[in-house]
């Protein structure tokens, strides 16, 4: 009988024994992966806070004087006052006509717009051992209600020159209470989908909810970007502290200084030279920091503010909401390069819209006949009236702002109907910039007729989104010796010649 007590007692721990191993062996590797978690982290900070310290140091001796210099537009193209339309008998150089079918239900095909590079965030452990009370700051952004939970106390700026601001730096920079901030801030940028534009936004929106002045905004704005990796400067006047970015893409109608024959764009709306002739900015530069970029490879994510807009094409009408907060954000951008808006998708909620109208109509239809509706519906949707005639000065819209504004000319429709032909069929196009107009081309293939344009050994068939009833492959005459500049918007690069 002992016996078998015995033996049912040993059956019976060899399992726990198994499974008492098996604990130990996982809460080893837990300890080994947290130990080296820890050690990386360390080095992550040590190495940070020797980039402070390089920085601190430069900081401190490069700050020179510098005249404030203007940034405009490119010289306003001249533009039809009225839609262009061809005129019936007009040659068409025996292009083929586009029969295209009555309404039906296939589905086109949907391209979705290629991801932003994810973000570096700073780990928990990472961010120092401060235990401080938090107070909640809440932004309105762009209509949209964004908190932030934060200890961050900044110090007092004890002077308005160089040394005042150099020993803010100091005193903040360290500041585990600064991490906690910033690294919030970056996680608000990655849930909200937010590019370098929207994240400059969040920052000295943010920054002026926790201080008493515009001044330590910006300083406080500055010293997060720092922490952010853009390449943010300060300068200052007698009374003002002012916040500059450098930019991979032209900013115009700003201000701005040059350092190293690099334009660092100043971001208060208000400057002008009559206010500030030079500023004293530092030279130095954050180790390893970027300049920002202007392209939205993604829409942010903001709260819905929907308005109706009612559109007609071929006689069917239908509606469209558009959100009124993504509008604003939109408000809030600088003027730019073409490239920008080429290069920036619909948003879901209009795509989705113009899922349910143009999709039926697509049934059956050849890939040439489905651009060739895409160019006759922005061709023909949208009522036409120049940047100067509505707005009294140049404006490029972004694809989803056509929904919202009464009126769009050349450029505007040519960077919708890339977007469309992007989204319905998957065909890559690039925008043509003539001196007095816009319009674009689309790569269907070396055995597709009519006027094309050889951009890197590929074939475009012109397709101009302006004038009536002008079909796929149709260059208008007034053209046919000019040769464009091509905006390529497929690849991230600048704009390109031929």
């Given at each position: 009988m002992r016996l078998k007590t015995l033996l049912t007692t040993i059956v019976l721990a060899i399992p726990f024994y198994g499974f008492?191993?098996?604990?130990?062996?996982?809460?080893?590797?837990?300890?080994?992966?947290?130990?080296?978690?820890?050690?990386?982290?360390?080095?992550?900070?040590?190495?940070?806070?020797?980039?402070?310290?390089?920085?601190?140091?430069?900081?401190?001796?490069?700050?020179?004087?510098?005249?404030?210099?203007?940034?405009?537009?490119?010289?306003?193209k001249p533009k039809p006052v009225v839609q262009p339309a061809l005129r019936q008998g007009e040659d068409l150089k025996n292009l083929p006509t586009e029969t295209i079918p009555a309404d039906s239900s296939s589905v086109g095909r949907h391209i979705i717009p290629g991801k932003q590079q994810n973000e570096s965030l700073p780990s928990e452990n990472f961010l120092g051992t401060e235990k401080v009370s938090e107070t909640s700051i809440t932004v309105d952004y762009f209509g949209t209600p964004l908190s932030v939970s934060t200890s961050l106390a900044p110090p007092d700026l004890s002077n308005l020159d160089s040394k005042g601001i150099s020993a803010y730096f100091d005193l903040i920079s360290g500041s585990a209470s600064l991490m906690q901030f910033t690294k919030k801030l970056l996680l608000l940028k990655k849930e909200r989908k937010l590019n370098d534009w929207g994240y400059l936004q969040l920052v000295r929106s943010s920054a002026r909810k926790i201080t008493h002045s515009e001044n330590e905004a910006e300083l406080i704005s500055w010293v997060t970007l720092l922490k952010s990796g853009i390449n943010a400067k300060v300068g200052y006047t007698t009374d003002q502290v002012l916040l500059m970015v450098p930019s991979f893409e032209d900013i115009y109608v700003s201000w701005y200084i040059k350092i190293n024959e690099k334009p660092y764009y100043i971001l208060n709306d208000g400057t002008t030279k009559e206010k500030v002739s030079s500023l004293i900015v530092h030279k130095a530069d954050y180790p390893g920091n970027l300049p920002v970029s202007l392209e939205l490879n993604e829409l942010p994510i903001?709260?819905?503010?929907?308005?109706?807009?009612?559109?007609?094409?071929?006689?069917?009408?239908?509606?469209i909401s558009v959100n009124r907060n993504l509008m604003d954000f939109f408000k809030s951008y600088p003027q730019s390069n073409m490239r920008v808006f080429f290069a920036t998708p619909l948003s879901l909620q209009i795509s989705q819209s113009l899922d349910t109208f143009l999709v039926p109509k697509m049934k059956n239809l050849t890939e040439r006949q489905k651009v060739a509706l895409l160019l006759e519906f922005t061709q023909k949707a949208f009522a036409y009236k120049t940047d100067r005639d509505q707005f009294n000065r140049e404006k490029f819209y972004f694809p989803d702002e056509l929904f919202f504004y009464p009126f769009s000319d050349c450029e505007d429709r040519s960077i919708l109907f890339t977007r469309l032909v992007k989204h319905f069929t998957g065909l890559n196009c690039i925008g043509l910039d003539y001196p007095k107009h816009v319009n674009t081309a689309v790569a269907m293939g070396e055995n597709a007729s009519g006027d094309f344009i050889r951009y890197k050994k590929t074939k475009y068939l012109i397709c101009d989104p302006t004038y009536i009833n002008a079909p796929v492959g149709y260059l208008p005459k007034e053209y046919n010796d000019i040769k464009p500049e091509v905006i390529n918007f497929e690849q991230n690069h600048q704009d390109e010649d031929l």
């Open positions: 008492c191993q098996y604990d130990s062996i996982v809460n080893q590797m837990k300890r080994e992966f947290d130990a080296f978690k820890k050690g990386i982290e360390q080095e992550h900070q040590q190495f940070k806070s020797r980039n402070d310290s390089i920085f601190s140091a430069f900081l401190k001796e490069s700050w020179e004087s510098f005249h404030l210099l203007y940034k405009p537009k490119p010289a306003e903001l709260d819905k503010s929907l308005v109706s807009r009612e559109f007609s094409f071929r006689d069917n009408k239908f509606t």
